[in-house]
């Protein structure tokens, strides 16, 4: 399948919504990588493989295990992406965003990401949290590229991609559990290779405070859709130049399986202040 259309997001909502029956979720939740723990916390949970819905290909990045669950979360009904798409697998971009293109044919409205980072700026360390306020899209692409597709704006205002309020709840939501966190700017790249000491070096001076490889296509399309988004980076390393040790991804894993309880107690919190 390469039509990655809102027609085509219709079709991938009736499949799931033929599994998960007559479910409508108001929240939607894309989990990144060593973070896919909260997917458990979900109630009265279907899950469904992304071999079973069309469009959706199997995730072959460690630590995604591929599997969309809808249930109850805080008393939300949400539906949950355990792992996803990236253009680094040699996905188009329209493919790295087609889930939330889906998830808004369900009735998902408030669109919650969360990826796992590396740390540019030099006052964070590795399991701290970051609420994203911004990003940096040095993608050089977009998934919004070609025919404009029903309810999507064109030419879609990103001067506050993350809404301010959802950034509120999410303070308040680590405040009530007493854990310190960050708010700063998430530069996404393209990967799979990780940055050299002078690119981190460049964009600490561009403004960056954590890097990745996802999640700004899923933002793009939400936004385009009206959809409101709030976002949370685990910093699972520091950035190459900022530690003298070499960055590997087991051990992006590794910490982001220690920050899991944490970062599924602010989610939950989180959830459950949503109006």
């Known amino acids: 399948m390469s039509d990655y259309s809102y027609a085509s ?37 279907v899950r469904i ?12 990045a460690l630590g995604h295990a591929g599997t969309l669950i809808c249930g109850t979360l805080a008393g939300k009904q949400v539906v949950a992406m355990a ?14 965003a087609f889930p939330v293109r889906v998830m808004h044919v369900l009735g998902v409205r408030t669109l919650f990401v969360s990826n796992a980072a590396g740390g540019v700026n030099e006052r964070y360390h590795a399991g701290d949290l970051m609420i994203i306020a911004d990003h940096l899209n040095l993608m050089f692409t977009n998934p919004l590229i070609g025919p404009q ?11 506050s991609a993350y809404d301010d309020k959802l950034r509120g709840l999410l303070r308040n939501a680590a405040n009530a559990i007493s854990v310190q966190i960050h708010e700063g700017v998430y530069a996404a790249l393209l990967g799979p290779s990780y940055e050299t000491p002078a690119e981190v ?16 296509p899923e933002v793009l399309v939400a936004r385009a859709l009206g959809m ?8 699972t390393n520091a950035a190459s130049g900022v530690s003298p040790l070499p960055v590997s991804h087991s051990e992006v894993l590794d910490v982001g399986r220690q920050v899991a309880s944490t970062f599924e107690a602010i989610v939950t919190d989180f959830v459950s202040r949503l109006d």
């Open 228 to 235: 409101r988004v709030a976002g949370i980076s685990a910093i």
């Open 9 to 45: 997001a219709e079709k991938s909502a009736a499949a799931i919504r033929a599994k998960a029956g007559s479910r409508s979720p108001v929240v939607g939740i894309i989990l990144g990588s060593g973070l896919g723990g909260l997917a458990d916390k979900i109630e009265d949970a």
């Open 49 to 60: 493989p992304y071999g079973e819905v069309p469009g959706f290909p199997e995730p072959k």
């Open 201 to 216: 070096r460049m964009l600490r001076t561009l403004g960056a405070d954590a890097i990745g490889m996802s999640t700004v």
């Open 83 to 96: 792992g996803r798409f990236h253009i680094y697998e040699g996905h188009a971009p329209a493919l790295a």
């Open 149 to 159: 597709q029903p309810g999507e704006e064109r030419f879609t205002d990103m001067s």
